[in-house]
Nanobody, 117 residues
C-alpha cells in the first residue's frame, strides 16, 4: 500500500505562485514507486494530467502548463513537488498526486488551488 498526502494548495492572485507537495509513505521500499504525477480536475471537467516524473528522472508537462510549472522529486524525503508560477484563473482546480507502484495506481486526497483576484 502507498499513501499520498498533498499539501500547499490555497488561494492566489493571477500571476502568483504556489508549490504543492505530495508526501509518500508505503510498506516496503518507497523506491519501488515508479512514476509519480500531478493531475488536476476543475469543476465540470475531466481530470487531466498536468506533469509526470518517471523513476528514470524524465519529466513531461501538459501543453497548458509548460514553461510555468515544474515537477521535481526528492527521493530522500519521499516527496514530489509541483512548483506553479504565473498562475492563471484557468489553473483553478483540485490537484491530485498519483503514484504507480508494481502496476497499481494510488491517489492522494487532493488539494484545492484557486486563482482569483
Amino acid at each position: 500500500q502507498v499513501q499520498l498526502v498533498e499539501s500547499g494548495g490555497g488561494l492566489v492572485q493571477p500571476g502568483g505562485s504556489l508549490r504543492l507537495s505530495c508526501a509518500a509513505s508505503a510498506s516496503g521500499s518507497i523506491f519501488s514507486i515508479n512514476t509519480m504525477c500531478w493531475y488536476r480536475q476543475a469543476p465540470g471537467k475531466q481530470r487531466e494530467l498536468v506533469a509526470t516524473f518517471t523513476s528514470g528522472g524524465s519529466t513531461n508537462y501538459a501543453y497548458s502548463v509548460k514553461g510555468r510549472f515544474t515537477i521535481s522529486r526528492d527521493n530522500a524525503k519521499n516527496t514530489v513537488y509541483l512548483q506553479m508560477n504565473s498562475l492563471r484563473p484557468e489553473d483553478t482546480a483540485v490537484y491530485y498526486c498519483y503514484a504507480d507502484r508494481w502496476g497499481l495506481d494510488y491517489w492522494g486526497q487532493g488539494t484545492q488551488v484557486t486563482v482569483s483576484s
